[in-house]
Nanobody, 122 residues
Framework: QVQLVESGGGLVQAGGSLRLSCTASERTFSRYGVGWFRQAPGKEREFVGTIPWSGGSTYYADSVKGRFTISRDNAKITAYLQMNSLKPEDTAVYYC???????????????WGQGTQVTVSS
């Protein structure tokens, strides 16, 4: 019954920045870790990064390290994906997900948002 809503997607030129938000429906689900995934047309869904709602260390896919940053605001039950130095290859539908196991695999998440489109132009 965890509902997640992404926002902040859009069009941006290469080198630009976007911040995605993922807000959960209820505070009681703040114990779940949150992951960010993305899926480009014709490609499989891939892991971007994750952050535990309870704190601890974030980690990222190698493809986004140094450019993307995940943060959280527990009072707002929201996780963020700050994307800097965007590249055309970052174009994808971005999903947030929540789960008790979490991690870098989609199987670790039980709840998914609807996705938000990020398009990076040259």
């Amino acid at each position: 019954q965890v509902q997640l809503v992404e926002s902040g997607g859009g069009l941006v030129q290469a080198g630009g920045s976007l911040r995605l938000s993922c807000t959960a429906s209820e505070r009681t689900f703040s114990r779940y870790g949150v992951g960010w995934f993305r899926q480009a047309p014709g490609k499989e869904r891939e892991f971007v990064g994750t952050i535990p709602w309870s704190g601890g260390s974030t980690y990222y896919a190698d493809s986004v390290k140094g450019r993307f940053t995940i943060s959280r605001d527990n009072a707002k039950i929201t996780a963020y994906l700050q994307m800097n130095s965007l590249k055309p290859e970052d174009t994808a539908v971005y999903y947030c997900a929540a789960g008790f196991v979490a991690g870098s695999e989609a199987r670790g998440y039980n709840y998914w948002g609807q996705g938000t489109q990020v398009t990076v132009s040259s």
